[in-house]
């Protein structure tokens, strides 16, 4: 619909002057593959989050999938202020953005607004506009009654609405005259938690069309300030009706690259465009494709492949919901908020502890929903990590907080109010998410490296054992433990030790493991044997014990 040529395939670290894209919302899923550059986490409270669920909601991993796909080359910022309720603080926002404003970012997406105008966020806005910044922002979900939200209301911002899969506004699009383009804002297909694809509707979809856009632009000429590329988009617009509904039209790419490379548009007033030879003609409308059946079912994964996600998400029966993918989160966050070190070991992967065969039993007790009254030693297991964690979760409650406040409290659903069966499971949701946390816990306290002299040293927090930038290969490993313990809650299977296994992948390197090719021996459970465990292992096993 944005007439978008085939973007070029290939890597941002390869751009010699890349266009700096930052996305200021719910933050970008590390799980979906989709490249950051940099981040920043500015929701005060939940700083607690593992670097790989730094989105709670899927939000901004959506946002910014869509810019990933428009322009690839884009290095991505992840600048999160929106929080697990999607929501945000203006002081975040604020913060965030003069955080961009020192990363040197050539464009701002913000997918998100208030009805409220507010002086510390204008002077925020005009900070980023007067410092070459092209900021975009989302027109508004409240409909031809509600108007624009702020800050797309701005004069600096492009106030972008959405139009659906027939070319037409949507129903909940917001009109006004601040409206500048038009973009698809409906049943998008984009990567989402856990790497997943998801399907998204909105002007928060729309907005970072014209962010992607604006990036392609920039790259085909570094010489154009954003002024002038905004100017471009705006000229490129193919009208579609009133311009309260559609602002300029929607974007067309192919037209803007073409109006770029001839140099026609040089600058703009407000949303007035000049032309070099100073002749304007409005454009004519031109047939935009439209799409008569889109069917796209949200967040499958593919269950022929316990390690791999599918591409197209419509394959096969199953699959994850957003409300168990909501509690799948919520869960691997809760040990930090509610378990301690050194006092629960086997919660958060210590290197004294089997910590495969803790992940192993948490998965086995997620399995059953939290019923532990039968529950068996995995072996390796220590008894005194096997008595705590089987008397620590029950289906009443965690830890004596009942299952009804531990829900509502980290996830805002009501559990009281559900069947028995959706009961059992959300807890079986909940508790996969807690396993998941206490295998890739193992990889920020159980890791070691050699130093210059060949001497094999901890990883400590002194070294910043839980700063993803050190040693940054662990935690990809780390993630797939995450996805691990995410599919065998789809499949309703038990974890194993293979589960903490990136053999063959490049980031299965630069680190080692403490015990873990003695510890997964240990945890056998499923007699794969020591010789096929030794193959996944030796590698990056640091053995203490004989």
Not at 440 to 453: I, K, L, V
């Amino acid at each position: 619909m944005i007439r978008l040529d085939e973007p070029a395939d290939k890597p941002a670290e390869s751009t010699d002057d890349p266009v700096k894209v930052a996305v200021l919302d719910s933050g970008i899923e590390l799980l979906s593959g989709i490249p950051v550059r940099d981040s920043v986490n500015l929701v005060k409270e939940e700083q607690d989050l593992p670097y790989y669920m730094n989105d709670m909601v899927g939000h901004g991993t959506a946002v910014a999938d869509i810019i990933h796909q428009i322009c690839p080359d884009a290095w991505l910022y992840a600048v999160r202020v929106l929080d697990r309720e999607n929501r945000g603080r203006l002081s975040d926002i604020v913060e965030g953005i003069y955080w961009c404003i020192d990363q040197d970012v050539d464009i701002i997406n913000m997918s998100f607004g208030t009805p409220r105008e507010s002086e510390i966020l204008r002077d925020a806005v005009q900070a980023a506009a007067n410092a070459g910044i092209l900021i975009v922002g989302s027109a508004g979900n409240g409909g031809s009654e509600a108007g624009i939200e702020y800050p797309a209301r701005f004069e600096e911002v492009v106030a972008v609405g959405a139009v659906g899969t027939d070319a037409k506004r949507t129903e909940e699009s917001a009109t006004g005259s601040e409206l500048e383009l038009v973009a698809p804002g409906e049943q998008i297909a984009v990567k989402s938690m856990f790497g997943m694809e998801t399907v998204s509707s909105g002007t928060s979809m729309a907005a970072p069309h014209i962010a992607g856009a604006a990036a392609v632009l920039m790259e085909q000429d570094a010489q154009k300030d954003a002024g002038q590329v905004r100017a471009v988009l705006n000229e490129s617009g193919n009208p579609l009706g009133s311009k309260e509904e559609y602002g300029a039209g929607i974007v067309d790419i192919a037209y803007a690259k073409q109006l770029l490379e001839e140099g026609v548009v040089t600058s703009q007033e407000g949303s007035v465009c000049a032309y070099a030879d100073g002749q304007q003609t409005e454009r004519a409308r031109e047939e935009v494709q439209t799409f008569e059946e889109v069917d796209y079912v949200e967040g499958r994964w593919d269950k022929n492949s316990h390690k791999t996600l599918i591409k197209d998400g419509i394959e096969d029966s199953g699959g994850l919901t957003a409300t168990e993918t909501k509690l799948l989160k919520a869960g691997a966050v809760y040990p930090d908020r509610r378990t301690a070190m050194p006092n629960d070991p086997e919660w958060h992967g210590q290197y004294w502890e089997n910590y495969i065969a803790n992940y192993m039993s948490s998965s086995w007790i997620a399995k059953s929903a939290g019923d532990t009254s039968t529950l068996k030693k995995v072996k390796g297991q220590s008894e005194s990590c096997y008595q705590r964690m089987k008397n620590s979760v029950s289906t009443k409650n965690v830890n004596g907080v009942k299952w009804e406040t531990i829900i509502e409290s980290e996830t805002g659903l009501d559990y009281a109010a559900q069947s028995a069966s959706v009961k059992k499971q959300w807890r079986k949701a909940f508790l996969f998410g807690m396993a998941a946390h206490t295998g890739t816990d193992a990889f920020a306290h159980s890791a070691y490296y050699r130093n210059e002299n060949g001497h094999t040293l901890w990883i400590d927090h002194s070294l910043g054992a839980d700063d993803p930038e050190v040693f940054d290969n662990r935690y990809k490993c780390a993630g797939r433990v995450a996805l691990a313990a995410a599919i065998n809650y789809d499949l309703d299977i038990k974890a194993c030790p293979a589960d903490f296994t990136s053999a063959g992948e490049p980031y299965w390197k630069g680190f080692l493991m403490r015990n873990i090719l003695y510890y997964a021996v240990e945890a056998d459970h499923f007699n794969y044997g020591a010789s096929w465990l030794r193959e996944l292992f030796e590698d990056v096993d640091y053995r203490v014990y004989d």
